[in-house]
């Protein structure tokens, strides 16, 4: 079993920032990726970004050039350092993992219980 606890979200207005984090604990083996996807109301969970053990990085369209997502592979943590802020960005952000089972090599998925990220205009 693998827990994933977010922190860092809250108010803030237009054009400002936030940082999230999501630190992965239990039975981990190898986690790769780590990302961050967010859901509106009333709208589908979408990916924002994500990043490899190597530090590959994928971004949204909508939030290329203001968002950065980054590891500490050390401490199976996962950061997501969003800059220039607007108020399409509210959601509740989730961070996601993926494990692999050290004998099995079977692949398990994990989810947060999500943070709340509001931006007012």
């Known amino acids: 079993q693998v827990q994933l606890v977010e922190s860092g979200g809250g108010l803030v207005q237009a054009g400002g920032s936030l940082r999230l984090s999501c630190a992965a604990s239990?039975?981990?083996?190898?986690?790769?990726?780590m990302a961050w996807y967010h859901q509106a109301p009333g709208k589908q969970r979408e990916l924002v970004a994500s990043?490899?053990?190597?530090?590959?990085?994928d971004y949204a369209d909508s939030v290329k050039g203001r968002f950065t997502i980054s590891r500490d592979n050390a401490k199976n943590t996962v950061y997501l350092q969003m800059m220039n802020l607007k108020p399409a960005d509210t959601a509740v952000y989730y961070c996601y993992s993926e494990t692999e089972d050290v004998t099995t090599k079977r692949r398990f998925r994990w989810w947060g219980q999500g943070t709340q990220v509001t931006v007012s205009s």
């Open positions: 990043i490899t053990s190597g530090g590959s990085t």
């Open positions: 239990g039975r981990i083996f190898k986690i790769d990726p």
